[in-house]
């Protein structure tokens, strides 16, 4: 059967029935560019996503209309029925880390039952949710032969291709990113990478094996973690120290080996989340990281840091704290996106809580009732003029850029403190800037 799927790929389409499960960020772009030339099913728990989806809402503001419309063989739907059709699935679920920042492999496991309890003779299943090197094996294969009846390798075949999904970012489009492909035999690996080809002008990595792509996924963002934790520290130095970091920087990457990381928060699933993947594992067979770790540390704490460091310039301008009146100006995780999910703003938020201030939240990317979820508290609609004792920019988002400084003064009393932490005005114009 399998040979028969690669041999029949280009001259017969409807031999591999494709289904992807999880619509979020990663499954929705995913299956609408499958769907311009292939039958998809596309599946998500959520009824009222799968509602909006069909009528080309989706509520992260990351797909238009028109990709929709180019999209002309999908079928949205959240009934399990609609699965059986499939005979290659490819399961697109978040995997984030919980309290104790351990994997938790919920919707993971979820998944994997739902489609065991589907699963047919010679079907194959692709993951593309982050995992630590040997989950797909030795966590999910497991429970998809328990309910399936089937065996792993005889029966069924598995493979992985680690997503990069870039939200906001509408240069480096599905399309366009290089994808890493595996599968659990060479023949699968093959059909897989054969797959992807179809929609990935960029191109494929094929890996020697599944644990291969596993591992490569969190090492691309724990490697840019600790590049950013290392940035981090260096502006905490320099401003002891009295020193401009972005003069320093900008002097640095005249070298043409200097990597070109910028201090900030980390946030987001990926960046702030993967490297306790690869941690949980390494400490799983007597490993204990030090390296990676100690970067986390340092990222986790910049939301308190910057926090301590805006109450000590209000408190120099003798504000009283309690009867002042802050405005937070961007709540995702990164520029021009409406992900809020682990953002270093929330944290920022509640450290300046605790000092009993009045804070206003603002940002034109959010939905207004996952903030009140996620936050405990709604975002402002627009703004007040001369209304605010301190105003902290956490997000660069395209439309406070072109507020430019004179608009932002324009919010503030006349005693103000004004925080930049994404450098988009120069050093004179605020009183800190990472």
Aim: hydrophobic share 35%; aromatic share 8%; glycine share 4%.
């Amino acid at each position: 059967m399998v040979q028969k799927l690669l041999s029949t790929m280009s001259n017969n389409k409807k031999n591999i029935k494709l289904a992807v499960v999880g619509l979020g960020y990663v499954g929705l772009p995913l299956a609408l560019e499958f769907a311009k030339t292939r039958n998809v099913v596309a599946y998500d728990i959520n009824e009222t996503r799968i509602k909006e989806l069909k009528t080309f809402i989706d509520r992260n503001l990351e797909t238009e209309k028109k990709h929709f419309r180019n999209a002309k063989f999908v079928k949205f739907t959240s009934k399990i029925t609609d699965l059986k059709k499939a005979n290659f699935y490819i399961i697109t679920v978040p995997t984030p880390i919980n309290s104790a920042n351990q994997p938790d492999l919920r919707s993971l496991l979820k998944s994997s039952k739902i489609i065991s309890m589907i699963l047919k003779k010679n079907d194959i299943v692709v993951y593309e949710s982050t995992v630590y090197p040997g989950c797909t094996e030795e966590i999910c294969v497991p429970i998809l032969e328990k309910y399936s009846n089937l065996k792993f390798n005889k029966d069924f075949f598995c493979g992985y291709s680690p997503e990069r999904i870039n939200p906001g970012d509408k240069k480096h489009t599905i399309d366009k990113i290089k994808k890493i492909t595996s599968g659990s035999s060479t023949k699968i690996a093959n059909l897989v990478d054969a797959l992807y080809k179809e929609i990935i002008t960029a191109g494929t990595h094929k890996a020697p094996s599944i644990k291969v792509a596993e591992a490569a996924k969190v090492i691309e963002n724990t490697q840019r973690d600790l590049n950013i934790a290392l940035i981090n520290e260096l502006s905490i130095i320099f401003r002891k120290m009295n020193i401009e970091t972005d003069d320093v920087l900008k002097a640095a990457e005249t070298k043409w080996n200097f990597l070109p990381f910028k201090p900030g928060l980390v946030g987001g699933h990926c960046i702030g989340v993967d490297p306790y993947y690869l941690t949980y594992k390494a400490k799983k067979i007597g490993y204990h990281p030090k390296v990676i770790l100690s970067g986390r540390r340092i990222n986790d704490k910049m939301s308190k840091y910057v926090a301590n460091e805006f109450i000590k310039q209000m408190k120099k301008k003798q504000a009283n704290i309690k009867k002042s009146k802050i405005l937070i100006m961007g709540l995702t995780f990164k520029e021009n996106c409406a992900d809020i999910r682990n953002s270093g703003v929330k944290k920022v938020y509640q450290e300046l809580k605790k000092y009993k201030c009045k804070i206003d939240l603002y940002d034109p990317w959010v939905n207004s009732k996952e903030v009140k979820k996620e936050f405990g508290t709604s975002p402002i609609l627009k703004f007040s003029k001369n209304l605010y004792d301190g105003v902290m920019i956490c997000v660069a988002h395209k439309v406070f850029k072109e507020m430019k400084i004179n608009k932002v003064l324009q919010l503030c009393k006349k005693n103000k403190v004004l925080f930049d932490l994404k450098n988009l005005f120069r050093q004179n114009q605020v009183d800190f800037k990472l």
